[in-house]
């Protein structure tokens, strides 16, 4: 049985609960933002290399379009459910608006195994998703983009079929493309960079020099690989000190070289066994003495058993619903400055916002452009979130909600739906 308590989407909606009381709000308002307003379920028949056919489940969940079209990613997890989904739509509808971009709520997923799966099959499976999902997705409805081992290739493909579906060009139904087809500059590493501008504006708050900062990451996809590079380009902190993917991690208190482990995951998929280093589990790494921990995987890893360990004075949540509401009292108590996930890794979705831009104008802008405009995005959302922070003496995450929840509720009051 899964433990109930772990339910991303009960936890999303008890996050919600709070600052709903917190804020007085109407019950029609809270109760309409509880649940998703659409989801559609398909089954996805894709023929096999070994000529058999194998059926997918998939989900498209358009949690709230008050704000403008849904926009949220899609992720390929073998354990992905309804609720997860649920649960991710849900934070992009608080993620969007705590960085006050034109946009709601959604989110997609598959249920298989991209590592098992040839490039063919991938294909096939993409394809096969957007035949089913065409019918929903477009640029003034719902806008999907990459998550969880899900690439620019495979937002091609996408792209491509929604093309054949329509009869014409239509870039901006899918963000995180590649640059050949319209994606956007400083996409790929948007979401750790937004991430790495938020620790900036904490260290501000906290007092603390980020170029001395020691740091470790848990999970080394495209955000904690990006974060350990940024910390350094960005903020010129040295000293990585731990990272970890779902193999297993390694640790040296001396510092790993950001790029050169970087280099080794992509060369052999693990970071296991880098040179110079002691292995450490991804328990062990979340609990190490550290300036700023990043944690950019998957969700619950920081829950009630170990949030009393973490020593880190700033948790930088990359991923998507990493700590427990549970977990958020004890590192509040504990004085542990969390940067909330959907404030955190919100650098993403805003890219994805200013690539949809340059879709629909043809026109496309230098990186420079694209670095001080995420750079003002995400410095606001930050300060908002902060001031409510200090103004309501509630931690961070609630603080988050506060400022987003207020944003939504108004939209949708606008409209007469509340
Ligand atoms: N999947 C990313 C997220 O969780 C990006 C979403 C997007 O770009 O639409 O924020």
């Given at each position: 049985?899964?433990?109930?308590?772990?339910?991303?989407?009960?936890?999303?909606?008890?996050?919600?609960?709070?600052?709903?009381?917190?804020?007085?709000?109407?019950?029609?308002?809270?109760?309409?933002?509880?649940?998703?307003?659409?989801?559609?379920?398909?089954?996805?028949?894709?023929?096999?290399?070994?000529?058999?056919?194998?059926?997918?489940?998939?989900?498209?969940?358009?949690?709230?379009?008050?704000?403008?079209?849904?926009?949220g990613g899609i992720r390929f997890h073998p354990e992905e459910t309804i609720d997860t989904v649920r649960a991710l739509a849900a934070?992009?509808?608080?993620?969007?608006?705590?960085?006050?971009?034109?946009?709601?709520?959604?989110?997609?997923?598959?249920?298989?195994?991209?590592?098992?799966?040839?490039?063919?099959?991938?294909?096939?499976?993409?394809?096969?998703?957007?035949?089913?999902?065409?019918?929903?997705?477009?640029?003034?409805?719902?806008?999907?983009?990459?998550?969880?081992?899900?690439?620019?290739?495979?937002?091609?493909?996408?792209?491509?079929?929604?093309?054949?579906?329509?009869?014409?060009?239509?870039?901006?139904?899918?963000?995180?493309?590649?640059?050949?087809?319209?994606?956007?500059?400083?996409?790929?590493?948007?979401?750790?960079?937004?991430?790495?501008?938020?620790?900036?504006?904490?260290?501000?708050?906290?007092?603390?020099?980020?170029?001395?900062?020691?740091?470790?990451?848990?999970?080394?996809?495209?955000?904690?690989?990006?974060?350990?590079?940024?910390?350094?380009?960005?903020?010129?902190?040295?000293?990585?000190?731990?990272?970890?993917?779902?193999?297993?991690?390694?640790?040296?208190?001396?510092?790993?070289?950001a790029a050169t482990v970087v280099k080794y995951k992509l060369e052999t998929g693990e970071v296991k066994g880098f040179p110079g280093?002691?292995?450490?589990?991804?328990?062990?790494?979340?609990?190490?003495?550290?300036?700023?921990?990043?944690?950019?995987?998957?969700?619950?890893?920081?829950?009630?058993?170990?949030?009393?360990?973490?020593?880190?004075?700033?948790?930088?949540?990359?991923?998507?619903?990493?700590?427990?509401?549970?977990?958020?009292?004890?590192?509040?108590?504990?004085?542990?400055?969390?940067?909330?996930?959907?404030?955190?890794?919100?650098?993403?979705?805003?890219?994805?916002?200013?690539?949809?831009?340059?879709?629909?104008?043809?026109?496309?802008?230098?990186?420079?452009?694209?670095?001080?405009?995420?750079?003002?995005?995400?410095?606001?959302?930050?300060?908002?979130?902060?001031?409510?922070?200090?103004?309501?003496?509630?931690?961070?995450?609630?603080?988050?909600?506060?400022?987003?929840?207020?944003?939504?509720?108004?939209?949708?009051?606008?409209?007469?739906?509340?």
């Open positions: 049985m899964p433990d109930e308590k772990l339910n991303p989407f009960k936890i999303a909606q008890q996050q919600l609960d709070e600052a709903a009381k917190i804020l007085g709000l109407d019950p029609g308002t809270h109760a309409a933002l509880r649940e998703p307003m659409r989801e559609l379920h398909v089954s996805l028949p894709v023929r096999m290399d070994d000529g058999t056919v194998k059926v997918f489940k998939g989900f498209r969940v358009q949690y709230n379009d008050a704000r403008g079209p849904t926009k934070w992009m509808t608080w993620k969007t608006a705590v960085v006050d971009i034109p946009l709601g709520g959604g989110k997609g997923g598959i249920v298989c195994n991209p590592k098992e799966m040839s490039p063919g099959e991938i294909e096939r499976l993409s394809r096969q998703y957007v035949r089913q999902v065409g019918r929903i997705i477009g640029l003034e409805k719902d806008v999907p983009a990459p998550d969880v081992y899900t690439t620019p290739q495979i937002m091609a493909w996408m792209m491509d079929e929604f093309y054949w579906q329509k009869g014409y060009n239509e870039p901006g139904v899918i963000t995180g493309k590649p640059l050949a087809l319209g994606g956007s500059k400083g996409r790929n590493d948007a979401t750790a960079r937004g991430g790495i501008y938020c620790v900036r504006e904490a260290a501000k708050t906290l007092g603390l020099d980020p170029s001395k900062a020691t740091y470790a990451i848990q999970g080394f996809g495209n955000a904690g690989q990006y974060a350990a590079t940024l910390m350094n380009e960005v903020l010129g902190s040295k000293k990585l000190v731990a990272v970890s993917d779902s193999k297993g991690g390694v640790y040296n208190p001396e510092g790993i070289d280093t002691k292995p450490i589990t991804n328990e062990e790494l979340l609990e190490l003495k550290v300036d700023v921990l990043f944690p950019s995987a998957l969700e619950n890893v920081i829950t009630a058993k170990n949030a009393g360990n973490i020593k880190a004075k700033i948790v930088a949540e990359l991923a998507n619903g990493p700590t427990t509401p549970e977990a958020d009292e004890i590192l509040y108590k504990n004085n542990v400055f969390v940067i909330p996930d959907f404030l955190c890794n919100a650098g993403g979705v805003t890219v994805s916002y200013f690539e949809m831009v340059q879709n629909s104008y043809n026109f496309y802008w230098e990186l420079p452009e694209v670095h001080a405009r995420l750079d003002g995005k995400m410095t606001k959302a930050f300060n908002d979130v902060y001031k409510m922070h200090k103004d309501r003496k509630v931690h961070m995450r609630v603080a988050a909600y506060l400022v987003a929840v207020q944003r939504v509720a108004e939209a949708m009051r606008f409209r007469g739906w509340v």
